[in-house]
C-alpha cells in the first residue's frame, strides 16, 4: 500500500452484544453467544442451536416503517454502521459525500425474507407477496440501505465471497482509498440466515454442530472433539480512511491496515485446500503488502470454525506461512463464542483484531478442552491473555474456495 490506511471506527451487533463495548466485554470474559434457537420452532431439525443476536429492537433506532422494509441482515448492517460513525465522530454533513465509499457484504442476502414470503406464495398465492420481497432479499440492500441512509455518494456495492465476505470488503475498500477513489469506507459484512431453511440447508451439507445438548459448548474450535460450526448471526463495519484525511479532522485513530491477500484453492466447493495451499499464499501476500515479516506478526483470528477439517488445514496454512514462529504466534478463534456468522465473520473478526490491538487483549478460544494431534499450536485456551499487540492478523476462510487475510499494525504517527 503506498498511502497509510487507519481505521477510525468499529460498530457491531452481535450474539455477545448489541454494540462493540458489550461484545467486546464478552468476548475477553470468554462468554458464549450461542443457545437453543428461539426465533423459530426447531423441533425435528439436527441442531437446535445458533448464535441468535437476543434484544435487537432496530425501531428504537432506525424508525418502525423503516425498518419493517429491511430483511433483518440489512436492519444489522444499518446499526452496526450507525455506531461505527457515531464512534468515528463522522459528520457526513461536512463530509465530501462523493468520496464516502460503502462496502459491505453478505453471503446469503436476504434469505430470511424470501423464505418468508415463499411461505406466503404458497399458502395464500401470488398476488399476497410482498412488493418488497425482491428490494429486501437482494444481497445489496444491506450496502444501499446503508448509503441511503448515511447520504454516502460514493462507490456503493457487496462483496459475496461466502465466509470471506468480510474480509474481503474490507480489503477491497482499502484498494479503493489506495487509489484515490475514496477518503472513507465504511466496510464489513453482515448476516441473518438463522431460519428453517438457512439451518436445514447447512444441516445438508453437513456442515453444523450437533451438539444440541450443550448449546456454549459446541462451537470448539481445535478442540479434537469439534464436529461443526455454529450458525450465527449479527453485523461488523469499520470505518477505514486515508491517513491524511483523519488527520485533517483530528481523528482518533484506532489501528492501521496495512496488508491484504487474497487468493482462491481451485479445488473443491465446500472443503479447503487439504494442504492449506491457497490460505498460506492469502497470508504470505498479506505480509507481502503490509512489508513486514512474518515473525513480527503476534497475533493472528483464525478462521477457526470448528469443522474438522478447517481447523486442521488452517494449522497447516499458519505452519507453511510462519515456520517456527507458528509455534510462538497466539492464534484464537472468536468464533468459539460468536458462532460462525457467514458473510459478517470476517467483518467482525477484523473489528476484534483492532479491538485486541487497541485494548491490548487477545481473546480466547473457549472450550479447547481436548487438544487434537493436528492441532498443535497455542490457540490461547479458554483465558484471554493480556499484552503488547503491535501487528495482527485475521483470517477468512469461505465456501468456493475463498481465501482472505488483513493485517493490522498498532497506529504510531
Given at each position: 500500500m503506498t498511502k497509510r490506511i487507519v481505521v477510525?471506527?468499529?460498530?457491531?451487533?452481535?450474539?455477545?452484544?448489541?454494540?462493540?463495548?458489550?461484545?467486546?466485554?464478552?468476548?475477553?470474559?470468554?462468554?458464549?453467544?450461542?443457545?437453543?434457537?428461539?426465533?423459530?420452532?426447531?423441533?425435528?431439525?439436527?441442531?437446535?442451536?445458533?448464535?441468535?443476536?437476543?434484544?435487537?429492537?432496530?425501531?428504537?433506532?432506525?424508525?418502525?416503517?423503516?425498518?419493517?422494509?429491511?430483511?433483518?441482515?440489512?436492519?444489522?448492517?444499518?446499526?452496526?454502521?450507525?455506531?461505527?460513525?457515531?464512534?468515528?465522530?463522522?459528520?457526513?454533513?461536512?463530509?465530501?459525500q462523493d468520496k464516502v465509499g460503502i462496502m459491505?457484504?453478505?453471503?446469503?442476502?436476504?434469505?430470511?425474507?424470501?423464505?418468508?414470503?415463499?411461505?406466503?406464495?404458497?399458502?395464500?398465492?401470488?398476488?399476497?407477496?410482498?412488493?418488497?420481497?425482491?428490494?429486501?432479499?437482494?444481497?445489496?440492500?444491506?450496502?444501499?440501505?446503508?448509503?441511503?441512509?448515511?447520504?454516502?455518494?460514493?462507490?456503493?456495492?457487496?462483496?459475496?465471497?461466502?465466509?470471506?465476505?468480510?474480509?474481503?470488503?474490507?480489503?477491497?475498500?482499502?484498494?479503493?482509498?489506495?487509489?484515490?477513489?475514496?477518503?472513507?469506507?465504511?466496510?464489513?459484512?453482515?448476516?441473518?440466515?438463522?431460519?428453517?431453511?438457512?439451518?436445514?440447508?447447512?444441516?445438508?451439507?453437513?456442515?453444523?454442530?450437533?451438539r444440541n445438548e450443550n448449546p456454549q459448548g459446541?462451537?470448539?474450535?481445535?478442540?479434537?472433539?469439534?464436529?461443526?460450526?455454529?450458525?450465527?448471526?449479527?453485523?461488523?463495519?469499520?470505518?477505514?480512511?486515508?491517513?491524511?484525511?483523519?488527520?485533517?479532522?483530528?481523528?482518533?485513530?484506532?489501528?492501521?491496515?496495512?496488508?491484504?491477500?487474497?487468493?482462491?484453492?481451485?479445488?473443491?466447493?465446500?472443503?479447503?485446500?487439504?494442504?492449506?495451499?491457497?490460505?498460506?499464499?492469502?497470508?504470505?501476500?498479506?505480509?507481502?503488502?503490509?512489508?513486514?515479516?512474518?515473525?513480527?506478526?503476534?497475533?493472528?483470528?483464525?478462521?477457526?470454525?470448528?469443522?474438522?477439517?478447517?481447523?486442521?488445514?488452517?494449522?497447516?496454512?499458519?505452519?507453511?506461512?510462519?515456520?517456527?514462529?507458528?509455534?510462538?504466534?497466539?492464534?484464537?478463534?472468536?468464533?468459539?463464542?460468536?458462532?460462525?456468522?457467514?458473510?459478517?465473520?470476517?467483518?467482525?473478526?477484523?473489528?476484534?483484531?483492532?479491538?485486541?490491538?487497541?485494548?491490548?487483549?487477545?481473546?480466547?478460544?473457549?472450550?479447547?478442552?481436548?487438544?487434537?494431534?493436528?492441532?498443535?499450536?497455542?490457540?490461547?485456551?479458554?483465558?484471554?491473555?493480556?499484552?503488547?499487540?503491535?501487528?495482527?492478523?485475521?483470517?477468512?476462510?469461505?465456501?468456493?474456495?475463498?481465501?482472505?487475510?488483513?493485517?493490522?499494525?498498532?497506529?504510531?504517527?
Amino acid at each position: 500500500m503506498t498511502k497509510r490506511i487507519v481505521v477510525t471506527g468499529i460498530g457491531l451487533v452481535t450474539p455477545l452484544g448489541l454494540d462493540r463495548n458489550e461484545t467486546w466485554e464478552s468476548l475477553i470474559s470468554g462468554n458464549s453467544g450461542i443457545d437453543k434457537i428461539s426465533s423459530f420452532d426447531s423441533e425435528g431439525f439436527e441442531t437446535t442451536i445458533a448464535g441468535e443476536v437476543k434484544g435487537f429492537n432496530p425501531e428504537n433506532i432506525i424508525g418502525k416503517k423503516e425498518s419493517r422494509r429491511l430483511d433483518r441482515f440489512s436492519q444489522f448492517a444499518v446499526v452496526s454502521t450507525l455506531e461505527a460513525l457515531e464512534h468515528a465522530k463522522i459528520d457526513m454533513i461536512k463530509e465530501n459525500q462523493d468520496k464516502v465509499g460503502i462496502m459491505i457484504g453478505s453471503g446469503v442476502g436476504g434469505i430470511m425474507t424470501l423464505s418468508e414470503q415463499y411461505s406466503v406464495l404458497d399458502k395464500k398465492g401470488p398476488t399476497r407477496v410482498s412488493p418488497f420481497l425482491i428490494p429486501m432479499m437482494l444481497g445489496d440492500m444491506a450496502s444501499g440501505q446503508v448509503s441511503m441512509k448515511i447520504g454516502a455518494k460514493g462507490p456503493n456495492f457487496s462483496i459475496v465471497s461466502a465466509c470471506a465476505t468480510g474480509a474481503d470488503s474490507i480489503g477491497i475498500a482499502s484498494d479503493m482509498i489506495n487509489d484515490g477513489k475514496i477518503e472513507i469506507a465504511v466496510a464489513g459484512g453482515t448476516e441473518a440466515a438463522i431460519c428453517p431453511i438457512g439451518v436445514a440447508g447447512f444441516n445438508s451439507c453437513m456442515a453444523l454442530s450437533k451438539r444440541n445438548e450443550n448449546p456454549q459448548g459446541a462451537s470448539r474450535p481445535f478442540d479434537k472433539l469439534r464436529d461443526g460450526f455454529v450458525l450465527g448471526e449479527g453485523a461488523g463495519v469499520i470505518v477505514l480512511e486515508s491517513l491524511d484525511h483523519a488527520t485533517n479532522r483530528n481523528a482518533k485513530i484506532l489501528a492501521e491496515l496495512i496488508g491484504y491477500g487474497a487468493t482462491s484453492d481451485a479445488h473443491h466447493v465446500t472443503q479447503p485446500h487439504p494442504e492449506g495451499e491457497g490460505a498460506a499464499k492469502a497470508m504470505k501476500i498479506a505480509i507481502k503488502n503490509a512489508g513486514i515479516l512474518p515473525d513480527e506478526i503476534m497475533y493472528i483470528n483464525a478462521h477457526g470454525t470448528s469443522t474438522p477439517l478447517n481447523d486442521k488445514f488452517e494449522t497447516i496454512a499458519i505452519k507453511k506461512t510462519f515456520g517456527e514462529h507458528a509455534k510462538k504466534v497466539l492464534i484464537s478463534s472468536t468464533k468459539s463464542m460468536t458462532g460462525h456468522l457467514l458473510g459478517a465473520a470476517g467483518g467482525i473478526e477484523a473489528a476484534f483484531t483492532v479491538m485486541a490491538i487497541n485494548k491490548s487483549i487477545v481473546p480466547p478460544t473457549i472450550n479447547l478442552e481436548n487438544p487434537d494431534p493436528d492441532c498443535d499450536l497455542n490457540y490461547v485456551p479458554n483465558l484471554s491473555k493480556r499484552g503488547n499487540v503491535e501487528i495482527a492478523m485475521s483470517n477468512s476462510l469461505g465456501f468456493g474456495g475463498h481465501n482472505s487475510s488483513l493485517i493490522f499494525k498498532k497506529f504510531y504517527e
